[in-house]
């Protein structure tokens, strides 16, 4: 399975700021995902990463709030942007094995909103 | 619309029982299931999957799941707990309905084993 990277592993911000969340992957795959995890709750997909177009978010998220980039196969980004508590979350990437149907997931990223 | 509900919120095992934490899904397709753990601090491991074949399937740190299409489950076993199991499990089942691969997941369950 492939080795998902996250940076960073957690961070503690205030309101009003952006955060900007880096997935790194060791091989080349086409999908990549965004989910959050909300303290103490079940995880949510935010979007999809597509390479070389703009990603598909899922209904509740928009692109303001929660912008993406993947500019190329092994590499994504997740900026959370003017930051409120309510997005105090850990914030997860994953990727699809090809022809395995499985996605593996990062670390995380643990976000603490003050 | 895909669903999974794991109606159990923890479960609580002796360390060397066995061990069964319950999930059941609506699809309206094919059912692609999985079993994820979370431990404490740490991202989602991948455990086992169901696409198709045999309905017993056998994942990592020992753990195997029964998929039941007549009663649309998916539990997830072991035959002996260790403590070490103790961890956040998750059932998902892929959803055929958006443009997109995504996962749905149920809500989680605490397993807790005791020595």
């Known amino acids: 399975s492939a080795v998902i990277s996250q940076k960073p592993s957690r961070d503690i911000c205030q309101r009003g700021t952006s955060l900007t969340i880096q997935c790194q992957v060791d091989?080349?795959?086409?999908?990549m995902f965004w989910y959050r995890q909300q303290p103490g709750q079940s995880l949510t997909l935010i979007a999809t990463a597509n390479q070389g177009s703009e990603a598909t978010y899922e209904s509740g998220f928009v692109i303001d709030k929660f912008p993406i980039s993947r500019p190329n196969l092994t590499f994504s980004t997740l900026t959370v942007s003017n930051m409120s508590p309510e997005d105090s979350s850990i914030y997860l990437c994953?990727?699809?094995?090809?022809?395995?149907?499985?996605?593996?997931f990062g670390p995380g990223t643990r976000l603490l909103v003050l | 619309a895909q669903s999974v509900a794991q109606p159990e919120d923890q479960v609580n095992v002796a360390e060397g029982n066995p061990l069964t934490v319950k999930c059941t899904y609506s699809?309206?397709?094919?059912?692609?299931l999985f079993w994820y753990v979370q431990y404490p601090n740490r991202g989602l491991q991948f455990l086992l999957k169901y696409i198709t074949g045999d309905n017993l399937v056998k994942g990592s740190y020992g753990f195997e799941a029964e998929f039941n299409k007549s009663q649309t489950s998916f539990h997830l076993k072991k035959p002996s707990a260790l403590v070490s199991d103790s961890a956040l499990y998750f059932c998902a089942v892929r959803d055929w309905g958006g443009a997109t691969n995504k996962l749905i997941f149920g809500t989680g369950t605490l397993l807790a084993v005791q020595p």
């Open positions: 091989s080349q795959v086409t999908m």
């Open positions: 994953s990727v699809e094995d090809p022809g395995s149907e499985t996605q593996y």
């Open positions: 699809v309206s397709g094919n059912p692609y």
